[in-house]
């Protein structure tokens, strides 16, 4: 079956999540708002008064007449379908966990440039996203890679669950190459003290399906549009 | 089977969600942090390393062995166990998405008294607040409260999936009674406009063991130590 991947055409956002399953599993998809109409298609679904399990916003998936919203829950979905995940009940449970630990993340470097409203420029809160971001690199960052640090320690097996790759894991490889991006010193320094992340990164980057997803320009590049941004005067504040 | 419910002992906060689902249940569960020397308990548990799946933070509940982390993550759980979910694939993964929307809307709730950082005191941003919370509430939180309204109004049963309460009913319930509390003006102006949601929360309430736990001093009350705090001039603003 091929999936119907949705989600917004010109950044990497939260779709990138699912995406990175998406390649991990060689699975069969079309990401639609890149397709000539797709964009349109997307409005359209998502206005649509017809649709009895409306997703809130995208990213969202369908496989035939299953329509999956919150990148989580896609995870979730995609992990049993196709192997990223245990079969066994706690096994799920706490790869979603970890995923979901791992979305929490995703919300806080998202408020480092907007910590005053969603819906405000960056420009009319850049006092405000300097502190936020002082806090982020000083306080959070840290106890959340941190964290991935003590999971994998204890794991023991340089994969975050089990002895192979599950989809958080895939979210680490997308974490710490947006951390890179956005905060290039800070990542550095936490770099160092968190040796375990960076090997696991390195590992998901290693895989033959994600490495060639990554060189190609399937892959939109990071940039100021998307969650993690570059704004350099936040990381000198 | 005893459940163990770990979380702060003071607030409601993400642990409520939890708890309704647990009471709704008539589950047997004890609360471990509000036993004497329970603090200790979850505090030794939080810090051991001897934990091979730890939690990243309170909520966390005990299943015999199973420690299930992450408030949506224990309502999948939880919702699978009691019958508080479908048992389709489908209907699992609609409940679950609809959870993670109003996990989405919590966040949002919280950074409007904690916009600038979560480690920082709310008096220390004041002023931030007062803008994230004129945002949260023009923008934010009637679209998230319509987008409620809408997903009952498509279902036509009085709940958001199926012909029964799901665990995300019940997280409406306790999103309502917390906005009430916090921002008493503006949900009474988002009360009108969407009657369905009022309706969900109504009958929420009446169901005869959530009912009893309301009424019980079991459950805390809102406060300013919470997620939905009331600070009357971030109202005003």
Redesign the interface.
Known sequence: MRYEFYYWPEIQGRGEFVRLALEEAGADYIYVARRKGGMDKMMRFLES?R??????APPFLKAGK?I???T??IL??LGQKHGLAPKS??GR??T??LQ??LA?LV??VH?THH??????YYED?KD?AA??TG??LK??APK?IG?VE??LK??KTGWLVGRSLTYPDLSVFQVVSGLRYAFPKAMRKLAKDHPRVVELHDKVVARPRIAAYVASKRRIPHSTDGIFRHYPELEEA
């Not at 910590?115 to 405000?120: E, I, K, N």
């Open positions: 008064a649709v009895q399990t409306p997703p809130f299953l999956v919203g919150q989580a829950n979730l979905f009940e706690q449970l706490w979603h966990q979901l630990t929490d919300v806080e408020d910590p005053v409203g969603v819906g405000l809160q405000e502190r936020r806090e982020f306080e959070r959340f964290y003590t999971v204890r794991n």
